[in-house]
């Protein structure tokens, strides 16, 4: 391997590291029939959910609705999706700061996009496209393996 692919790929890492992004390549999103606009002033304080629901189109062209939450976390401000991706019951942030699933206890890390920490569900929550626009939150879009799990 050449030096400088080297060099790109530990820079690429150290850069996920310091921001807490999940390495994993971009998925394929879903678009919201309406983006999803969240002011900043709804996310003034740390660790306090602000709800939300967001309906999209399936490719056999049922709508369908999936829930999330926004929060500003110590490090930054995120979207989660609240369906399990185990058994789709709607996870929970708790007073100590995970995303707990109460149905069958799957735990997720907030700071690190939502990381799969335990429990059967074995991967991390679906993804938002979500970015900063202005004073906003903006989600416009919901990872489209979703979709599996509802068809
Ligand atoms: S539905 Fe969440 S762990 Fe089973």
């Given at each position: 391997m050449e030096r400088r692919a080297l060099i790109?790929?530990?820079a690429a890492s150290l850069a996920a590291a310091a921001t807490g992004a999940d390495a994993s390549p971009s998925p394929r999103f879903l678009p919201f029939q309406?983006?999803?606009?969240?002011?900043?002033?709804?996310?003034?304080?740390?660790w306090a959910p602000a709800p939300?629901?967001?309906?999209?189109?399936?490719?056999?062209g049922e709508d369908s609705v999936v829930p999330g939450i926004a929060v500003r976390t110590p490090r930054?401000?995120?979207?989660?999706?609240?369906?399990?991706?185990?058994?789709?019951?709607?996870?929970?942030?708790?007073d100590d700061h995970q995303l707990?699933?109460?149905?069958?206890f799957s735990l997720f890390d907030p700071l690190r996009d939502g990381a799969?920490?335990?429990?059967?569900?074995?991967?991390?929550?679906?993804r938002f496209d979500h970015r900063v626009k202005g004073p906003d939150l903006v989600i416009t879009g919901i990872e489209a393996d979703l979709e599996r799990r509802l068809l």
């Open positions: 790109g790929g530990a309406t983006p999803v606009v969240i002011a900043f002033p709804q996310l003034e304080a740390v939300f629901r967001a309906r999209f189109t399936k490719s056999n930054r401000i995120e979207a989660f999706c609240t369906y399990c991706p185990h058994e789709l019951c709607v996870i929970k942030l708790t707990r699933c109460p149905c069958h799969w920490i335990a429990g059967p569900a074995m991967r991390r929550t679906y």
